[in-house]
């Protein structure tokens, strides 16, 4: 079956730095759009950075500058490295695994990690 498997997250204070990772199976992870979601108490969830499967990335300008989305095709993973943390950052992070095509498209989610940014 298919499984996206988040890890990294935690209690980090003001200012410093986490970095999460996602672990795919069950999928041709290679060809996939990967991302990470967030979402905060009370709020939607939100999209925070996107890589697609030619490398192409995207970050929401609320986190341009301190987050950084890379995957690694060969260990079927895809990270967020995220430094300069702000306690607006606090929410739980999804990853997510979806392909566009004509007539069929997936859209898989992990379980989330809580990332906390307080001192």
């Known amino acids: 079956q298919v499984q996206l498997v988040e890890s990294g997250g935690g209690l980090v204070q003001p200012g410093g730095s986490l970095r999460l990772s996602c672990a795919a199976s069950?999928?041709?992870?290679?060809?996939?759009?990967m991302g990470w979601h967030r979402q905060a108490p009370g709020k939607q969830r939100e999209l925070v950075a996107i890589?697609?499967?030619?490398?192409?990335?995207n970050v929401a300008d609320s986190v341009k500058g301190r987050f950084t989305i890379s995957r690694d095709n060969a260990k079927n993973m895809v990270s967020l490295q995220m430094n300069s943390l702000k306690p607006e950052d606090t929410a739980i992070y999804y990853c997510?695994?979806?392909?566009?095509?004509?007539?069929?498209?997936?859209?898989?989610w992990g379980q989330g990690t809580q990332v906390t940014v307080s001192s």
């Open positions: 997510n695994a979806r392909r566009i095509m004509l007539g069929v498209n997936p859209n898989y």
């Open positions: 069950g999928i041709s992870f290679s060809i996939y759009t």
């Open positions: 890589v697609t499967s030619d490398g192409t990335t």
